[in-house]
């Protein structure tokens, strides 16, 4: 075969391997894009959450960071839906060490239940669990292993407004 064959060659296979990327291109937009046509985009209406109070210092870590992923830092708008949290933490020891009986890894779980709610009408738009769990290194001190566990409730409430966010934002996208 000539070189100016292959050459041909490589180009036909490469536009036909570049073919569904450019039909495709135009299809694909953003979750978090704002719409051309006006209405408010899915930033918009995550913004527009609001969080009900909450009771314990897990939950309201979680409400905290949900907060401002959903709103950015900046003032909520008038709000369109209602998120209501419930937060659960529990500790189990992972690691045990022979020798004194005591934890050396333990591990906190947290649960969220929380409920997106239609604010005027009190209906269930959307309910759901989310479950997160964090390790943290416990030992003879006690006021280091409680620091540590509160430390390792923090970065889990960190994680679990994530997914909070996260799945509000898929079904809001799904629900426009």
Same mark, same amino acid.
């Given at each position: 075969m000539s070189s100016s064959s292959q050459t041909s060659r490589r180009g036909a296979l490469?536009?036909?391997a570049l073919l569904p990327?450019?039909?495709?291109?135009?299809?694909?937009? %953003?979750?978090?894009a704002e719409p051309g046509n006006g209405s408010p985009g899915l930033k918009g209406r995550l913004a527009a959450i609001a969080i009900d109070p909450v009771e314990d210092r897990v939950g309201q870590q979680v409400r905290n960071r949900l907060s401002f992923n959903l709103t950015g830092g900046a003032e909520a708008p008038p709000a369109r839906y209602r998120l209501v949290l419930v937060t659960s933490s529990s500790s189990d020891s992972a690691l045990v060490d022979a020798l004194n009986a005591t934890p050396q890894i333990d591990t906190v779980t947290l649960? $969220? @239940? &929380? $409920?997106?709610?239609d604010p005027a009408? @009190?209906?269930?738009?959307l309910k759901a669990k989310n479950f997160t769990r964090k390790s &943290?290194?416990?030992?003879?001190?006690?006021f280091a292993t409680v620091r540590a566990r509160r430390d390792?409730?923090?970065d889990a409430a960190d994680v679990m407004a994530d997914q909070i966010r996260l799945r509000l934002a898929t079904w809001l996208a799904?629900? %426009?």
């Amino acid at each position: 075969m000539s070189s100016s064959s292959q050459t041909s060659r490589r180009g036909a296979l490469l536009a036909l391997a570049l073919l569904p990327a450019v039909m495709l291109g135009g299809c694909f937009r %953003p979750m978090l894009a704002e719409p051309g046509n006006g209405s408010p985009g899915l930033k918009g209406r995550l913004a527009a959450i609001a969080i009900d109070p909450v009771e314990d210092r897990v939950g309201q870590q979680v409400r905290n960071r949900l907060s401002f992923n959903l709103t950015g830092g900046a003032e909520a708008p008038p709000a369109r839906y209602r998120l209501v949290l419930v937060t659960s933490s529990s500790s189990d020891s992972a690691l045990v060490d022979a020798l004194n009986a005591t934890p050396q890894i333990d591990t906190v779980t947290l649960t $969220t @239940d &929380y $409920t997106l709610l239609d604010p005027a009408t @009190d209906k269930i738009l959307l309910k759901a669990k989310n479950f997160t769990r964090k390790s &943290y290194n416990s030992g003879l001190q006690r006021f280091a292993t409680v620091r540590a566990r509160r430390d390792a409730e923090n970065d889990a409430a960190d994680v679990m407004a994530d997914q909070i966010r996260l799945r509000l934002a898929t079904w809001l996208a799904d629900h %426009p």
